[in-house]
């Protein structure tokens, strides 16, 4: 079954697997854009948003997002300030200082260790308590 949609960069028609709703064209032109973003930020360690922006044709919006999905990462120095979306820590990359994606990712692992537990004490009640349905049958002759 193809899923066939248009590339929102150029509008040219493409099946679409997941990702980013952009043809494998844009795909390659974007990563090699990113390529030149990372090569200007180790040359200019210095610049903000606006100065790589401008310098290397990209939006602000794609920076963002790439310092969002950590491929971008700026030093302590950096004049480019990013904050934790939780505690407000200073952070060099994506969304959450380490401590912060610590705490979620123990909150989550205790999340789901208790539904596992609670599953299992369910089938373990189930397991002891046969239902009178079943078991075997005999049939009367």
Known sequence: MSNIKNCAKCGKMFNYIAGDVICENCKKELEDKFQEVKKYIDENPGSGLKQISEDCNVT???LKKWILEERL????NSPIQ???ENCGAR??????CAKCKASVTNELSNTV?????A?????????????AKSGMKFLKT
């Open 60 to 62: 602000t919006k794609q």
């Open 119 to 131: 599953l299992a004490a369910e089938i373990a009640k189930k397991a002891q308590k046969p239902d």
């Open 73 to 76: 990462m700026f030093t302590e």
């Open 113 to 117: 260790k208790a539904k596992q537990q």
């Open 91 to 96: 952070i060099q990359t994506g969304r959450l």
């Open 82 to 84: 990013i904050t934790c």
